[in-house]
Every structure is written in C-alpha cells, then in structure tokens.
C-alpha cells in the first residue's frame, strides 16, 4: 500500500511538472508571437521618448541620424521635386546605427526597423545607378551589424504628393484627402522626365536581384512600401507598386522572406481591396515585413479618398488584427498617420495617444480570442 502511495505520489508529481513545463512553453510560445503595436521615431528628443512610452509603447522605427530635437510630420505632405541634388544616396554607418539603437535600447525602446532614402539614380534609370546599388548594399550590410531586423524602402520615379489637401471633420478634426484630379494634367518634371511602367519593373528587378542576396547574408528582411497615392501615372512618371497584384508580382520576383512588403491597411483600402484579405494572401507566405495601420473613405479606388481615424473608415481594424495574428505576424504594426485634433501639441500628441490606444485594444481584442 506504501509503495502504491509513493507510485501514486511520483505519478502526481511528474504530471504537474509535466503540465507546468507545457504551460510555460505556451506562455513562451504567446509571448514570442505577441502582436507588436509600435511607433516610427523621426527624433530622439527625452518628450518624444516619454511620452510615445507613456503610451505603452516598447518597439518603434528608429531615425537614422542622432538628432534629439523635436520634429513635427505636417498633415499635408510636402511636394516631391525629385531629386534636389546630383549626389548619391549616403550609405549608413554600422557605428551610427548602432549608437541609436543602443541609445534607445537604455530608455527602453527596441529599434526593429529602419526607412532606406531615395535612390534617385536607381529609379530614374541612371547609368551610374550601380553605384548607388552598392551604397544600398552597404546600408543593408551597416543594418544587419546593428542587429536591426527590417528596413523599409519605396519604389517610385516620383510621388504624387500634389493631389493630397485637407479638410475639416467632425468635431473640427482635420483630416487629410487626395484627388487625382488636381494633378492629372501635371506635365514632367525637367529633372525626373518620363518613365514608363515597363522599364520601372526592369529597374525594380534588377535592384531586387542584386540587393536581396546581400539582404539574406545580413540577416535582414526589406519590406516595399505599396505606391501611395496608388495611382498609375503622376507627372509622366509610372508608379510600378500600385495595386495588389503588383506586390504578388513582386515576392514572386526573387523568392525569399528577404523580400517582402509593408502592408499598408490604409492604401490596401484605397485600392478597393480587402486589408484583411491581403493579410492573410502575403502573411501565410511570410512576406509581410512590416505594417502600417491606417484607416480611409473611398470615394473612388486608387483615385479619390479621404484618411480618417482609425475607427472611421470603411477598412475593418479589428478584423485585420485579428488576421495579423492568425498568419502569426512578428514584425511592427505602426499607425503611420494621423489627423489633427484642435490645440494639439507639436507632436500631435492628441492624434497619436487615440491611435495608439485603439491599436493597443484592438491587439488585445484580437489575441484574447484564443485566451
């Protein structure tokens, strides 16, 4: 009867120690796959840092210049020009990176992602453009050293920035819209020209092949901004990532999760596309390296919308979050832009503390469905 108790006893014991391991390797296994909802970082000024934590925030985009004074994003972007100078895109430094990573690192900030500059040469089709590829290759190489996992990039001659106005929303918000129709007549600029649909392909393949290889070595996944606004020609210049089959088009180009997108829920709605949809369409094959979380009303798709908050467009958040965590997404979710609320800071601290929020219960929403 003993030696049944002590059986019985050893029995019990390993069960629990059995049960107790599993749970804690679930535990593991949740928090490792535990939707990231983050920040992109434009300066590392000690009130951008407070308060971006006071928000819960742990992962963000980080800057590639130490600059600890303050910046502010205008609602309305600035016009793009082109090229303002004949030099090339600088290379990062691996010392730099590291530097502002570690700084954020001590204030309790992960850097998870980095934004690569214009490479003008590359886009336009310039003959030099293999020197600019090589300083790409660089930064590529700089990011891995510095342990940062994602970079992010775009892939346009010239953004259509011009047809972007704002307008005033309820409660007096200010939201920003776009209209193709502004821009529609605009004649090339001098120092961009023409570029057709067929060669930007050419050049985006071969920027592909000659990058990603570098990208696999140095342990980082690129992820390509969708052409936003996702119209198919601004100024003469074609936009080559403009619809959703472009950016199939593109994972299939060179087959690697070096190579992969930004889903941006925001331009995937502008598109008259599903987010959630495309979530799982990019995420079940591991290409989405990063997001932007936004919401819209479309008047008309790729042509005319308007950007709103997050909880007053025609994109369904909650479903796209929950599709985020179902492919098991493990990069940033960022809430790229926001409006202007009335008597907002500098740092539009109003719009950001609203999005951040709703992105953060919309998170718990989504993950404690399997709790």
Known sequence: MENATRRDWMLAATTFAAATAAAGATQAQDAAHSLKVAKGLRDLADDTLTFFKQMGIEHVVMPTRFNLEPSRRNLVPSTDRGPQSDG?????????????????????????????????????????????????????????????????????????????????????????????????????????????????????????????????????????????????????????MRTLDDQ???????????????????????????????????????????????NVRVDTPYYKYLEVRHDAGECDMLACMKAFHEVGYRYLIIPDHTPEFTNDSDGLQLGWAFALGYLRALKHAAEGEEA
């Open 88 to 240: 090339l895109m600088r290379p990062w430094d691996a010392d730099e990176l590291s530097r502002i990573k570690d700084y954020l690192g001590e204030r309790g900030l992960s850097a998870e992602m980095v934004h690569l500059g214009r490479t003008w040469r590359v886009l336009h089709g310039r003959p030099d453009a293999a020197d600019e590829i090589e300083n790409v290759k660089q930064s590529i190489r700089a990011a891995g050293s510095a342990g940062i996992p994602v970079v992010e990039y775009n892939f346009t001659p010239l953004r259509g920035s011009e047809g972007y106005d704002s307008e005033t929303g309820h409660g007096g918000i200010q939201l920003r819209n776009y209209d193709s129709a502004r821009t529609e007549d605009a004649p090339p600029l001098d120092n961009v020209g023409e570029h057709t649909r067929e060669q930007m392909w050419e050049r985006l393949t071969g920027f592909l092949q000659e990058v990603i290889p570098v990208a696999e070595d140095s342990g980082v996944r690129l992820a390509l901004h969708p052409n936003d606004p996702a119209i198919p020609v601004f100024r003469g210049a074609a936009q080559p």
């Open 248 to 294: 199939k088009r593109l994972i299939e180009t060179v087959d690697s999760p070096s190579n992969g997108i930004t889903l941006d829920t925001g331009v995937t709605t502008e598109m008259g596309e599903d987010a959630a949809e495309a979530i799982r369409y990019f995420g079940s094959r591991d290409r989405i390296n990063h997001v932007h979380f936004r």
